[in-house]
Each structure stands twice: as C-alpha cells, then as structure tokens.
C-alpha cells in the first residue's frame, strides 16, 4: 500500500531514471555494447545463438550462486573472502564422503550446508561482537575451510554416484514453435541445474532484498551502521543472518560446482573469492555498503563469462592474455561506471 | 623542543653486546665445526663443556682434548653427529628451494641419513681423523689449535662470555623498554589496551609451545663454508622477510583506508623480468649457467623500476580516479600474472648466475642475505614515515581525506607514494624470491602474498579502516605468520594444510586484539594498578 502511495507521486520514467540504478544501468549497458560487438564480429559462426547465450549463465553459475550471497554481504559494508574455500569444502565432503567413506551424497550435501551456514553465523558474530574486520575474518575463515579441505585429502576424488550423476544430467532442453509445431531449438540448447538454481536465488535474492522488512534493513546497515542502530534496527541479527546466508549460497554454489566437475580437490576454485567479488562489483554494488541489486550482480556474473566467451571466439589469443584482457576490461568498466556516477552526481547538484 | 633519548643508550650497548655475543658463538660454533671436517665426529656439548671449563695447563688440556676426540670417534656414528648432520642438511635445504612441507622434510632426513652413511664409509676406509693427524705427525689438539693454549683460552672465554653477553644485552633492552615506557608516560592500562603487546605475547606463547614440543627448535649451528648461522629462528627471520619487506608497504596503504590486492602478482612479475634480463632468449642460451645478458645492475634495477611504474598505476587509478582500493588493486592482480607469462613466453627460466644467487642465498655478517636486506628496507621505510611528516599524513589521509586535503596535505600525492613504494618492496620480495629458487614461476609467485601481508599488518595492530597503523607490529606480525608455518612443518603436515592452523591461531590472536577484549583486559589492568596504588 505504502509503495503504491510513492509511486503515485512520482513519474513512471524518474523512477526509472532514478540515480541509485545508473550502476546497474551501467552494467547492463556495457554488457550489451560487448555482445553486440562480438555478435557482429563474430556473429557468422555463433556467437549469437542462444546456447551461446546459455552457456554464459552456465559457465560460471556456481560463481553467481555464491555473488548472491556475496551482494547482500557487500551491501552491509561487509567482504567474505571465505566463499570459495566454502565451495571446495563442500565438493571435498561430498567425494570424500562417498567414494572413501561410503555416504550417501543427499547427507553430506546437508551436512556441508550446515557447515556453511555455521561458519556464516561464527564470523558474522566475531565481525559484529568482537569488531574486528571482516575482511581478516573472513580471511581466516577461508585459510580455516581450505586447511581442513587440504587436511581431508590433498588428491582430487573423483564422485560417481547414481544421485550426482542424475542431478548432473539433469536438462531442461528449450523448444521453439516451427509452423505451429514444437521443435528443439537448434544448435540445442538445454538449461542445467546449476543454472536453475542461479537463476532461481537471483529471483529469491531480489524478492528478500527488495521486498521484505530483512532487506531494508540491510540497506539500512550498509548506509550507516550507526543510525541504524539509532533507529532501533535489529544489527546484530542483520549482519549475522547476511553472513549466514552467504555461508548458505556458497555451500549451494559448492554443490552446484560439484555437479559439474563431479569430483572434490581441495585446491577447487582458488582465488575464486575475488571472482565472486568482482561480479558483484561489476554489477555496481559498492564495497562501501549501502549499494547494490541482484539484477546488477547477474550482469556481472554474465560479463565475467562473455570476455572469456570472446577469446574463445577469436581463437588466435593465447590463454595468458585472458588475463589481461579481464584485467583490462574490469579497468574500463570501472572507469566508465565511474564516470557515469560522478556526471550524475554533477547533475543532480 | 630536543626530545630526550635516554633510552638509546643502554639500546644501543645491548645491541652491540647481542651482536658480540652472536660473534663469540660463532666462534664456538666453528670450532665444532672444524673438529667435525677433521675427524668427522663432532663433539658433544658435553665433551667440549667438559674439557674447557675445567681448570688445566696446557698438557692436561690436550690429554683432555684428544681422549674427548677418541671417545667420540669409537662410537661412531655419534648421536651428537647425526644431529648436526641432519640440523646442517635442514638448514642448508631449507635455504634452497621453497619448502614443500612434508616433502621438504623427508627430503632434508634422506639427505642426512645418506651423508651419515658417506661418513661411516669415509672412516671405514681411510681411518680417517686420528689416522692423518698420525701421518702429518700431529695429534687432534695440534690440529684444532695450532696457536696452543692461546687458541684454547680463547675458545674458553668465548665459552665463558656467551650467556654473560646475551643476558646483559637482552637486560639493556629491556631497560631501554623501561625507559621507553617511562619517558612516553606508558601506564600498564595503555600497555595492555596496545595491539603490539598482544602480538608479542601470541609470538613467545607461540615459541614456547615450539620448545616444548621440540626441545631443539631453538638450536643455532654454524656453517664456515657458507658464513651462515643456521637454525629455526634464524630460517623464521628469513623466510618472514618477503612478507616483513611487503607488509612495511602494505601497512600504510592500509593506514591510507585502501588495500593492495596487486602485491603477489608484482612479485611474479618482478622476478619474471629479472630472470628475461638474465636469460633474454632462451632459444640463444639454451642452458641455465653462471652468465647474465645484461649487466647485473640493469638486472636490479628494470625490474623494481616496473614494480613501481605498476604501483603508480595503483595509486593513479586509487588517487587521481578515487577508486575503491580492493577493486582498483584488482585489476593488477588479474592482469600482473598474464604481463608476468607474456615476459617469459609462458616457460619458466632457471639460472645459475652467481650474484643474483646472493641476494637470496647469499650471507653477509654471518645472516642470510635476506635477512640483512630486511633490515634496511625496514630502517629506511621507518626513516621515511616517523622521522619526516610523512606517517603523520598517511595518518590524516587514512582518517579523513577530505578534511587533510582542506588541512593542505596533497592527498592524491600521497596515495601516489605509498603506492608506488609498495610496488617497489614488492619488486624486492620479487627479485628474493626468484633468488631462492634461482627461476621465475609466473604462477606461484607470490601467491597469497597479498593476504600474508595484509595479516602481518592486521595483527601487527593496524587499523583496517585507516588511520593509525605500526611498522613494529607488522614486522612481528610476519613473524608470527612464518613461526606458525615453520611450527606446522615440523610436524609434516602439508603445506595447504598449514592454512587450519594458521587460522586457528590467527583466530586466538584477533580474539585477543578486538576491542572489547582488551577493554576488559585493561581495565582489570587498570583495577588492579589502582589497587595497588601506583603506575606500572
């Protein structure tokens, strides 16, 4: 009721233009110059098909999963460095837990989501009880999950269990209507598991952060922690329950992760903490807290998979200057958000 | 207004005594070691103790000598011999490639165990020590004291002055602490509200536990052929230097509010030129050897030179773009890697060059080179930040930028610095690190030496937020760090997983450093002073 009364006085179109989502414009824009770019270069053998288009949610769904989580944490103000660690726990515990130990997966599976969930609660208590910051606690938690990783086995298992290999099979082929007839769509394109689930926690995330009293309050102790607290906001149960959610996306994304590779090592994913991170930031949520939508992050998850996409199409690029290249386009892509927040903020003085 | 310095004084003699006392156990040290190349037996500190502590004329001496040379060499292998056999291979191996763990310590008691076997050999069949000594006409005690009794009453009292030098010089100290605490008006509330204290405390906690658990951790061994000491706390001091050289940038960009993601890759990118320069084509000089194309200087120089020309990029997207510094750092990160493996085609390059193998295998004043190189990074960057105003605008930039650029501190100039000057210690860690190993590894370079400095730094007390931040405390916050992965080592644990108990200590350390817990500490502290009626 009470939205409906603010929408009323406001135009349709300021509030879209409104400046809090220039980011997230940002976002979507230099997304789509990319895919244009590389539709017309490229568009000749494939590059605009909707596998193609697909596969950049696939290629990196697990990552998205965990930015899930990762938004809500950056927008309190907070970082968690631990999520991949997280993630290469859980694919340990799940190989481990069947091929050495004889587990059935679906307990291990719970188990590591408790886990999760249970170290999201310890650090996000040490975070706001303790005051120490989050990036060292986090920290410690990602040296604590990959040292107990490394101490469970230090080889890669390899899982193949009739549950995994059905849920990684698992294929929603897409179908099209030819002169009124269903047919598969050509080249096939099929939506995996990994990719329901990323997709499904982007529509969950948006509906928790911008619709429920929990997501206000997020916002509200990524503003400024202090008049929150003034307000009589609960804090404390704001940043743990975000820390414990976190925990939640990065064991799904770590069970997500294990579908596709089918296998644990407790090297997985190193480094992929700053992947995550960056989706998120690319997505226009500011490390400073306060800022950020899940809509922004699954654009940034999907420019992470189209540069990698864009080597492969060129085909003539060495694989090191992938790296480059991602270092070069996350420059670009800050400076121009950068620009773009700094003449909005011009414009509206 | 002359501050006073009282405290230097005693600082200073304690140090020099320290450093006399080190030069006198070297002494003793190569004494052990001689009798070992010459008669492959050492001798125990029981045997050594024993015939120099007790009061003989000469003849009595060498009787004393040559029985203690005969006693060792009929029981050979003596247990004192494999010790230090396999304390020397520990620490000779431990100088040279990176240590991987477990396999690092298997690999230093195979080592032992076959220069055992090579000794007992050797005795076997030239009878060795008392055999030659025999055929040159000359018995043990001539051998190892050719000056006589001079020699022995040397040995003797550097025997005698060891723990009056070490124990008057860690005394002096700890009056020149006194008086630290005195003239700055320390109370012990303070003392114990102080993040550096707590660091310190976890450390010797730390050590203790070494030496419960190996009684001979604290060992130091002397090495004439390489001029080296030799031993854990040594090989601590040493390995930590990477980190202690990094951690010194990193702690003021952390004072600047920022974070310098960017450091491991510089590291890989650093020694990846050094080692282009030494080899440049690796299709031309196809084997590794004592050969450089380019002079060895341009070899030092270009490399940091990039590691710096890299920082300024940090600190010009960070200052002049006012970029969040995790993101901004980022992009190096990412992208130093690739630049490190378009510089070396992808291939890792070896090299036998002799003066690059100083600067990370070398020893000069009887320390690994690293060491000493440490300790003037850390001189001149304290110079820098505490005897100029610099610190003092790191400081206000870190706290409020706005308000020190209204106050006339050219921000923008000093994120520039302190960026750039964490670039080119980076460059350093570099050019050390591809020492060690004598090759560039574009990928393993440096890895997770961005999140060891920044831990180094946290728990040396600086302040994440910006602000208020202590070299000292970095520098025993990366001792902490390497004292806990030496620890592990020693009980073959692999090296990821260290990592649990590195967080499990890391963990006791925040805990005791956040806030409220030092509150409460201080203030049971200040209870108690209050009781008692007065100050410390």
Known sequence: MREKHAGSTQTLLSRIMNPKYVMVYATVIIFLIIYIYGAIRYGSIGFTTLRTFVNFFTDNAYYGISAVGMTMVLITGGIDLSVASVQSLTGMLIAYGYTKLGISPVYTMLLSILIGVGLGILMGSAIHYLNVPPFITTLTGNFLARGVCSLISRESISIDHPLINELAGFKITLYHLVDGQWEKIKPITSISLPVLIFILMIILGTILMQHTRFGRNVYAVGGNEQSAKLMGLPVARTKIAVYAINGFCSALAGIAYVLVVKSGWNMALQGGELEVISCAVIGGTLLTGGVGYMIGTMFGVLLKSVIPALITFNGHLNSWWGKIATGALLLLFIVIQKAVVSYTDKKKA | ?536
């Open chain 2, 1 to 536: 207004m002359k501050k006073k310095r009282t405290f230097l004084i005693p600082l200073l003699l304690g140090l020099v005594l320290i450093a006399a006392g080190v030069f006198f156990f070297a002494r003793v040290c190569r004494l052990k070691d001689t009798v070992y190349k010459n008669y492959k037996v050492s001798l125990s500190d029981a045997s050594i103790s024993e015939v120099f502590h007790g009061n003989l004329d000469e003849a009595g001496v060498r009787e004393a000598f040559n029985a203690a040379v005969a006693k060792n060499e009929k029981n050979t292998p003596a247990a004192g011999d494999a010790d230090l056999l396999s304390e020397m291979s520990a620490g000779q191996d431990s100088a040279g490639a990176e240590p991987e763990g477990a396999q690092e310590l298997q690999d230093a008691g195979q080592a032992a165990r076959g220069e055992e076997t090579e000794a007992l050999t050797d005795a076997s069949v030239t009878e060795d020590g008392a055999g030659k000594a025999a055929a040159s006409g000359k018995d043990a005690y001539e051998t190892v004291f050719p000056d006589g009794l001079k020699d022995v009453n040397s040995i003797r009292t550097a025997n005698r002055m060891i723990p009056i030098l070490f124990g008057a010089g860690a005394l002096l100290c700890l009056v020149a602490a006194l008086l630290v605490i005195r003239a700055k008006k320390l109370d012990f509330a303070s003392i114990m509200r102080s993040k550096i204290t707590w660091a310190a405390i976890a450390e010797i906690l730390i050590l203790i536990v070494c030496l419960i658990v190996r009684p001979d951790f604290f060992n130091i061994s002397y090495q004439p052929s390489t001029g080296m000491l030799y031993g854990s706390l040594i090989d601590i001091i040493n390995r930590s230097s990477e980190i202690t050289i990094i951690a010194m940038g990193m702690t003021l960009v952390l004072a600047l509010g920022g974070t310098d993601l960017s450091v491991g890759a510089l590291v890989a990118v650093s020694g990846a030129f050094a080692l282009k320069l030494l080899r440049w084509d690796v299709t031309i000089y196809n084997t590794p050897g004592d050969y450089s194309v380019y002079p060895f200087v341009l070899v030092i120089i270009a490399p940091l030179l990039t590691c710096i020309l890299m920082g300024c990029f940090n600190g010009f997207l960070v200052g002049q773009l006012q970029l969040q510094p995790i993101i901004a750092t980022l992009i190096l990160m990412v992208s130093g890697r690739g630049v490190a493996q378009i510089l070396t085609n992808g291939k890792q390059f070896t090299t036998l060059y002799t003066p690059f193998r100083w600067i990370g295998q070398g020893s000069a004043l009887f320390l690994p080179t690293p060491i000493i190189i440490t300790v003037i990074v850390v001189a001149a960057v304290m110079i820098f930040v505490r005897k100029t105003a610099f610190g003092t605008f790191v400081e206000s930039v870190g706290i409020n930028r706005s308000a020190s650029r209204l106050s006339g501190i050219n921000a923008k100039k000093v994120i520039m610095i302190v960026f750039a000057l964490t670039g080119f210690l980076s460059g350093i860690a570099g050019l050390i690190y591809s020492s060690r190993i004598m090759s560039c590894d574009s990928n393993n370079a440096g890895l997770n030496y961005e999140t060891d400095a920044i831990l180094a730094a946290v728990i040396g007390g600086t302040n994440m937020a910006g602000g208020k931040f202590s070299l000292a405390g970095t520098i025993i916050g990366s001792i902490i760090i390497r004292t806990i992965v030496t620890f592990v080592y020693y009980f073959g644990i692999s090296a990821e997983a260290t990592m649990a108990f590195k967080a499990l200590i890391i963990a006791v350390v925040i805990v005791l450093q956040s806030e409220p817990v030092r509150n409460w500490m201080s203030k049971r502290a200040k209870a108690r002073g209050a009781a008692r009626g007065g100050v410390l």
